[in-house]
Every structure is written in C-alpha cells, then in structure tokens.
C-alpha cells in the first residue's frame, strides 16, 4: 500500500533509537519532528500539530504515559498517539490506554506493522469509524 505522507513527532529516550525510527519514517515520505524528553515532546505536539506521534514511555523528566496525558488535555483527539515500549503484557496495554494512548506497540517493532498503524490512525475518518486494530 502507498504510503501518504503524514506529520509525525517521533520521541524516543535513546538517540541511536530515536535516528534509526526517523530515518525510517523519512523514508517513507512523512514530515518528522524528533524530541529526545517528554517535556519536548509536549511543546513540539502542541506548536507543530502533528497527525500522530510516537512516544517512548520511558522519556526524561516527563515518561510517555505523563506526556500522552497532557497531549490529551491540550490537544484531545487531534492528535493520535502511540505509546513505544518494551513491555506488552495486557497491565502494560491498559496502562497506555488510560494515559490516552490510542495504540501500544512493543519494540522492536516490526516496520510493516508501523506503517500499518500510521496508515490506520491517521485516516480522515472520524475516531469511532476507524476499524478496530488487530491485537499482536
């Protein structure tokens, strides 16, 4: 499937990580905005208004989960975000469900299925009509 070239916020704790996903996400033709704290990563969101951004739950001074929250309160449901992680037990899933998150995926993650979920996330579609995401 071709891509559609998105506005993405990419925040990642660990700098080799974080120039790996967004060499990757360039690539493929989208717009990437890089924040290397979670306090960054609310300021970016919230002046460059990005389709959807990646968030590493264990940032600086502000994890993911506190980030994501505040995206919400800020931004509410213009922004998709999905939480990078390397825990996937179900406690871990619901614990990004609460913060806001509206996906969880666990790295390494598989570059198809990011795509996937950038793709799915970010149509034009209204929230409550997205099709449902397969659980991994």
Not at 102 to 113: Q, T
Not at 127 to 130: N, R, T, V
């Given at each position: 499937m071709e891509e559609i070239p998105r506005r993405l916020a990419g925040a990642l704790a660990k700098p080799r990580y974080r120039q790996t996903l967004i060499l990757m996400l360039r690539l493929l033709g989208h717009d990437v905005l890089e924040a290397a704290s979670g306090s960054d990563a609310v300021d970016l969101a919230v002046r460059q208004a990005p389709d959807l951004a990646l968030l590493d739950v264990g940032l600086p001074d502000l994890d993911g989960y506190e980030v994501a929250r505040r995206l919400r309160e800020r931004l509410g449901d213009r922004i998709r975000l999905v939480a990078l992680t390397g825990y996937g037990q179900p406690t871990d899933r619901a614990r990004s469900e609460e913060a806001g998150f509206?996906?969880?995926?666990?790295?390494?993650?598989?570059?198809?299925?990011l795509g996937e979920v950038i793709r799915r996330l970010t149509t034009p579609w209204p929230?409550?009509?997205?099709p449902a995401a397969p659980r991994s």
């Open positions: 509206d996906e969880h995926l666990v790295k390494p993650m598989d570059p198809s299925k929230p409550e009509k997205l």
